[in-house]
């Protein structure tokens, strides 16, 4: 864990730095608002950082004066924003209301960029709230919060900003003079990848093969179904479907280990992988006949029907054929 906990708090570092830096951009150009979401994200991050409980207290009353985001429990609260001049601050200060007063005696000014290297506050509303010029964080107090986690909790903040530091990116974009975004999501999207089909005479020739199909079109219509099917996964899923063959039993319908495939896999969303490839008929989970034996995931070769599954199945390992280049590459071209 000693050496992700450098991974973890080197790549936790820059994606923060990433968002102040476009919010300090945003803030030149005059814009210092700061939406809901971005809101919910940074409540995230302090209450895994802080160990505290806030909710974001404007999905009660929009826009509630003085602060955003309260932890009536351990009575702390905190304003959210790219300002970081002191009149920023003691506006806040001036805007805690009696009643709030009431709930919360921590008032804490996070400002999502950095923060000024002093700050001149309002005495008078200062003492009213007990607030201290120490309570002014930024961006490096989170990061330095972050090193100081126990590795878990790490682990968890690190989770959590990796998954959202591109929405968080693209809610503080800018528009181009031509109203476009620089960041388009298909950027981000996998492209629908192209599949080389065949003519399946090798397939349907085939002394394992021949007799099952009644016809050479019947038999490529299988094999293009299967491959049609393939290609909606998206690749990492194929690759995953290729490391349960490679990890498989032999037999008729290969079968991986489920406690082996758990134990070998630091892929990170293992399940999610065996959930999709699940839901779309290539694999299928087997619950052990006993208590002290494995389950498994029996694998399939959904095609146009359960004789093309059988038939394909053939043909590949008895005629030594490479799972990897029609998995992974949609490519068909030797069944041709």
């Known amino acids: 864990m000693s050496s992700n906990r450098g991974f973890f708090i080197g790549q936790l570092v820059d994606d923060l730095a990433l968002i102040s830096h476009q919010v300090d951009n945003r ?9 809901r979401m971005l809101e919910d994200f940074f409540r995230d991050v302090l209450n895994l950082s802080m160990g505290t409980n806030l909710d974001n207290l404007n999905n009660e009353r929009l826009n509630e004066p003085g602060i955003d985001l309260g932890d009536e429990q351990s009575k702390v609260a905190f304003q959210i924003t790219s300002q970081s001049n002191a009149a920023k601050i003691n506006k806040t200060l001036e805007k805690i209301t009696d009643e709030q007063l009431l709930k919360f005696n921590q008032f804490y000014v996070l400002v999502i960029g950095a923060k000024q290297k002093s700050y001149k506050v309002d005495i008078v509303q200062a003492q009213r709230v007990g607030f201290l010029v120490e309570n002014i964080i930024d961006i490096n107090d989170l990061c330095k919060l972050a090193i100081t986690l ?3 909790k790490l682990q968890e903040l690190h989770s959590l900003v990796a998954k959202e530091v591109l929405r968080v990116r693209v809610e503080l974009e800018l528009p181009e003079s031509d109203g ?7 950027d981000h999207i996998e492209g629908i990848p192209e599949i080389t089909l065949s003519n399946a005479t090798k397939f349907y020739n085939d002394d394992n093969v021949h007799g099952i199909f009644s016809s050479l079109e019947e038999a490529k219509a299988g094999l293009d179904a299967f491959a049609i099917k393939l290609s909606n996964l998206p690749r990492i899923s194929r690759e995953f479907l290729l490391v349960l063959l490679e990890r498989s039993d032999d ?3 290969p079968r991986a280990n489920a406690d082996v495939i758990q134990r070998i896999s630091r892929y990170p969303d293992t399940e999610g992988e065996l959930r999709l490839l699940s839901d779309k008929g290539f694999v299928s989970f087997e619950p052990p006949e006993e208590h002290d034996e494995s389950p498994y995931w029996a694998i399939s070769f959904p095609g146009s029907n359960r004789d093309f599954e059988e038939a394909f ?3 590949v390992t008895l005629n030594k054929l490479s799972f990897r280049t029609s998995i992974l ?3 068909f071209s030797a069944f041709g």
């Open 27 to 35: 803030c030149r150009l005059g814009h210092f608002d700061l939406n």
């Open 329 to 331: 590459h949609l490519d």
């Open 150 to 152: 126990h590795p878990l």
């Open 313 to 315: 199945y053939y043909f």
């Open 251 to 253: 037999g008729f319908r």
């Open 180 to 186: 476009t975004f620089a960041t388009n999501l298909y």
